[in-house]
């Protein structure tokens, strides 16, 4: 195709973008002459793309030339789309493929709600999916489905992402688990809390931190806790008391028993009720400082076991002295 045929071609085509782009919902020309057409495109303030097209020097025989750049929007997210958009021009090879493209790329802002959170899904994938775990992506209703396996134990949830992330938190909803309520409640309360902390600031404003706060994603966060912290995590553990698992290897034995059900206490750490009940009513010394977590050395909180350091030592020396008075009338019998 001749130069001047080229020229033509461009320069109507730029007429067509100039006229019909103000009528595209969320498209905003910055520029539209031969050397570079650039537009804005936004959703919203955190799905805003800047796309710059070229020509090359034989279209409509090539395709155009797309890059973008955004400020919130990942830059492997933005180079994977310039490489679909370019393939997309492929099958508009011969027309004008200018405003088609543009549409196309606002379309897949619309239809792709989790582009916002694509390096901590590719995150996900690689550090915390197994081979035995599922992660399926729901881009038109922003949802992510995780279901997560360790042994005989798994937790599947279902993960909403608003449409202003990271600016407000994730909504994590519970589906199904087999693992205690004790862990089911306490996992979904933190997992709520952390997202809460990421874009809340601390209550007392005239804090330091509060005062320097800004607010940041919550997808990873709550994933490498629920998964990596949680279900990856206590199937594996064992009671730091007995040493064996903390988890019954069959399910549906763990509430067999109060002995074998399960405690948590303030550090983290699981102990088995039995086991835990007859570590902290033990009645011989120390007592100073309370009793600690053979895995972490720091003191054991819980709401069942609230007696004091004064009140154990006073019960042992009252042993004590029973013991030893038993023992006198043992001697004196013997005499």
Same mark, same amino acid.
């Given at each position: ?97 200018? *405003? ?5 790329? @606002?379309?897949? #802002? /619309?239809?792709?709600? !989790? &582009? ?109 806790? *629920? ?5 990856? @995590?206590?199937? #594996? /553990?064992?009671?730091? !008391? &007995? ?93």
């Amino acid at each position: 195709m001749a130069t001047e045929d080229r020229d033509t071609v461009i320069e109507k085509e730029l007429d067509e973008i100039k006229s019909r782009a103000p009528s595209v919902d969320g498209l905003k020309l910055i520029a539209c002459v031969p050397m570079l057409v650039s537009a804005s495109i936004t959703k919203n303030e955190y799905k805003q793309l800047t796309v710059n097209i070229q020509f090359p020097a034989d279209y409509p025989h090539q395709p155009i030339l797309v890059q973008m750049k955004s400020k919130h929007l990942e830059q492997k997210f933005t180079d994977k789309l310039e490489k679909i958009c370019e393939d997309e021009a492929k099958k508009w090879i011969g027309g004008r493929q200018v *405003l088609v493209i543009l549409k196309f790329i @606002r379309t897949f #802002l /619309e239809e792709n709600s !989790l &582009c916002v959170c694509s390096e901590e899904i590719v995150y996900i994938k690689r550090e915390l999916i197994g081979e035995s775990d599922e992660i399926k992506l729901k881009q038109k209703a922003s949802q992510i489905v995780i279901k997560v396996r360790q042994k005989n134990y798994f937790m599947n949830v279902n993960i909403s992402v608003p449409d202003l992330y990271p600016k407000h938190q994730i909504q994590t909803e519970l589906i199904d688990t087999n693992l205690p309520d004790l862990l089911r409640i306490n996992f979904m309360a933190q997992a709520k809390e952390l997202a809460r902390q990421c874009v809340t600031p601390p209550l007392l404003k005239n804090s330091k931190s509060a005062a320097v706060f800004e607010h940041k994603p919550s997808l990873k966060v709550v994933c490498n806790y *629920l998964i990596r912290d949680c279900v990856k @995590r206590y199937p #594996l /553990e064992n009671c730091p !008391l &007995c040493k064996k698992h903390v988890l019954a290897e069959d399910p549906e034995n763990q509430l067999k028993g109060r002995k074998n059900q399960i405690e948590g206490v303030y550090c983290c750490h699981l102990f088995h009720n039995g086991c835990l009940d007859t570590y902290m009513y033990m009645k011989t010394p120390p007592f100073i400082g309370g009793k600690k977590s053979p895995s972490c050395d720091k003191r054991i909180y819980h709401e069942k076991w609230k007696v004091s350091a004064e009140v154990m030592e006073n019960r042992w020396a009252h042993k004590q002295a029973k013991q030893r008075e038993l023992e006198e009338v043992v001697d004196f019998l013997k005499d």
